[in-house]
């Protein structure tokens, strides 16, 4: 029998001790998949000695902050910077990121071409993961922020030069604007200007069809959830733990 579980703050309801859970049922394992709402990240050593386990995913707010408290790094968590799962070998914890492979490999199956220019909504932990995996397809990216930084546009010179959306016609949302339960919010970009040329991906997936995504859908964009990212990303943490 083997230990897993989830390490973030707050953990209310979480999709992946549901989506392990089942999983073990089915195979017919004992093993067990448990959350552990840390209030600080010094909290976490504490975690490893009194609980026994073999792997945890890592999520808001610790993806970064876990990374002192690691033996190594993989290549996709290093390449991102940031680390939602851990492969525990005894004293050895090993970090890995899941969400840049998962994302890649959900916009490649979806994406009819990847000669396309990409939006990137926010500049945060979900949005480095996504640029990783834009660099791999080598798709041309701006990054828009609500505040000016360094290669970043924001809303507001997003919405005032119109050919952004003109010529950036994939457009990926990267914040938690418009997640349950503020489902009545969505991005501020010009959605007046989306054509059925126009490609929405959303990384949040609870609501199905967010805002965002309804928005683009009645101008005739294709859309996209992040729900096929969620799975697979799990899946990816699945088979690091069981290599
Ligand atoms: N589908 C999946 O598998 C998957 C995987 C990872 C994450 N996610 C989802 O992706 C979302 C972002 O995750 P994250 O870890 O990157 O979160 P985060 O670090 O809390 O936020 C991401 C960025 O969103 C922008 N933002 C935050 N609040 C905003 C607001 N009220 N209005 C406009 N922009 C706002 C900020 O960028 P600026 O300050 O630059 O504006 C922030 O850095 C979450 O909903 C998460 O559930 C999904």
């Given at each position: 029998m083997m230990h897993y579980?989830?390490?973030?703050?707050?953990?209310?309801?979480?999709?992946s001790q549901k989506y392990f859970s089942d999983k073990f049922n089915k195979l017919g394992s004992s093993n067990t998949y448990?959350?552990?709402e840390l209030n600080n990240i010094?909290?976490?050593?504490?975690?490893?000695?009194?609980?026994?386990?073999?792997?945890?995913?890592?999520?808001?707010?610790?993806?970064?902050?876990?990374?002192p408290f690691l033996s190594s790094m993989d290549k996709s968590a290093q390449l991102v910077g940031a680390v939602n799962v851990i492969k525990i070998e005894g004293a050895n914890l090993i970090g890995h990121n899941t969400d840049y492979?998962?994302?890649?490999?959900?916009?490649?199956?979806?994406?009819?071409?990847t000669n396309i220019k990409a939006l990137v909504l926010?500049?945060?932990?979900?949005?480095?993961?996504?640029?990783?995996?834009?660099?791999?397809?080598?798709?041309?990216?701006?990054?828009?922020?609500?505040?000016t930084k360094d290669g970043c546009i924001t809303y507001k010179e997003l919405s005032n030069d119109l050919r952004w959306v003109r010529d950036y016609t994939l457009i990926i949302n990267t914040t938690?604007?418009?997640?349950?339960?503020?489902?009545d919010t969505a991005p501020q970009i010009p959605y007046s200007r989306?054509?059925?040329?126009?490609?929405?991906?959303d990384l949040v997936y609870n609501p199905k069809e967010t805002l965002f995504l309804k928005k683009g859908t009645n101008?005739?964009?294709?859309?996209?959830?992040?729900?096929?990212?969620?799975?697979?990303?799990a899946e990816l943490a699945w088979d690091i733990w069981n290599a």
């Amino acid at each position: 029998m083997m230990h897993y579980g989830l390490i973030g703050y707050p953990l209310g309801h979480s999709f992946s001790q549901k989506y392990f859970s089942d999983k073990f049922n089915k195979l017919g394992s004992s093993n067990t998949y448990e959350l552990f709402e840390l209030n600080n990240i010094e909290q976490f050593p504490a975690l490893l000695t009194s609980a026994k386990l073999a792997g945890l995913n890592v999520t808001i707010p610790y993806k970064q902050s876990v990374i002192p408290f690691l033996s190594s790094m993989d290549k996709s968590a290093q390449l991102v910077g940031a680390v939602n799962v851990i492969k525990i070998e005894g004293a050895n914890l090993i970090g890995h990121n899941t969400d840049y492979p998962a994302f890649r490999a959900s916009l490649k199956k979806w994406l009819d071409n990847t000669n396309i220019k990409a939006l990137v909504l926010g500049s945060g932990g979900a949005s480095k993961a996504v640029i990783a995996a834009l660099n791999d397809l080598k798709i041309q990216y701006k990054q828009v922020s609500r505040t000016t930084k360094d290669g970043c546009i924001t809303y507001k010179e997003l919405s005032n030069d119109l050919r952004w959306v003109r010529d950036y016609t994939l457009i990926i949302n990267t914040t938690p604007v418009g997640m349950a339960p503020h489902t009545d919010t969505a991005p501020q970009i010009p959605y007046s200007r989306l054509t059925s040329s126009h490609y929405l991906y959303d990384l949040v997936y609870n609501p199905k069809e967010t805002l965002f995504l309804k928005k683009g859908t009645n101008a005739g964009a294709k859309t996209k959830n992040g729900l096929e990212m969620l799975h697979t990303q799990a899946e990816l943490a699945w088979d690091i733990w069981n290599a």
